[in-house]
């Protein structure tokens, strides 16, 4: 089987996805399955929904030998979710790619979902070829971020959390706050111009990758920003994180 195949699987709050990846083109190579997250998000109940997924994927003509890797929302250090990000906290501190590898019957990698994403932009997408600092920023239920350097992912940035005017300030700049406190493109932007301009102040950046459901939309709020650095929507958006754990499964396999 090619090494330049793999399957992708993206662990999210509400559904989980995946499915084979070209890793020399960034296409999907199989149709994307989604199934929904289950409710309350317990360890048990998401890697047997993942056993499924899985399955279904492996179905398809000689994928069942391919490399996996899973993305999911939390800190991911040496196998252990460190956090739990609209999934159970009994994620927390949890051997969780041990878990999913006896769950699977299979070995994995496992990686932060915004980690994987802005993986995947290196690889394939906007940050190709981009030397210097990239922050990837995915504005969704929260704000995931990904650091890159030379294209070199630095993991687990958590700079959705930074405290600003007293707050952790994703819960004010998330697309979910947007929604939630029904804010004009021109309100949600004042709040993103402030986010961005203290990650911008903190660390020089190069490139701000802006990814999410919500970047499909990026006219309607990008143009108000006022920043130095350059700022564009992401390539891939729902793809990304199966793009990139497929492409970080091989690479730490190699």
């Known amino acids: 089987m090619s090494s330049t195949m793999a399957i992708g699987i993206d662990i999210g709050g509400t559904g989980i996805k995946g499915a084979v990846v070209d890793l020399s083109t960034g296409q999907l190579l199989s149709a994307r399955v989604k199934l929904p997250t289950p409710k309350g998000g317990r360890p048990a109940d998401i890697i047997e929904t993942t056993r499924n997924l899985l399955a279904t994927i492996s179905a398809e003509e000689g994928a069942g030998a391919l490399p996996v890797g899973i993305c999911f929302p939390a800190v991911v250090k040496n196998g252990h979710t460190m956090s739990a ?88 700049a998330a697309y979910s706050a947007k929604e939630r406190e029904n804010l004009s493109w021109e309100k949600w932007a004042g709040r993103l111009q402030k986010y961005y301009s203290t990650v911008e102040a903190l660390f020089s950046p190069d490139l701000f990758i802006v990814g999410g459901g919500v970047s499909k939309h990026h006219q309607d709020f990008l143009p108000l920003l006022r920043l130095k650095t350059a700022i564009i929507p992401a390539v891939h958006r729902n793809n990304a994180g199966i793009l990139g754990a497929a492409a970080l499964a091989v690479k730490h396999r190699d």
Request: aromatic share 6%; glycine share 14%; net charge negative.
């Open 85 to 172: 990000a609209n999934v159970s906290d009994k994620w927390i501190g949890l051997a969780a790619e041990k878990l999913f590898e006896k769950g699977l019957g299979h070995p994995i990698h496992f990686v932060n979902d915004a980690d994987a994403a802005g993986y995947a932009e290196a690889q394939f997408g906007a940050a190709k070829g981009v030397s210097g600092v990239v922050i990837m920023t995915t504005l969704g239920t929260g704000i995931g971020t990904a650091l890159l350097n030379d294209g070199v992912l630095v993991p687990n940035t958590e700079l959705g959390h930074l405290q600003i005017d007293g707050v952790d300030y994703e819960t004010k």
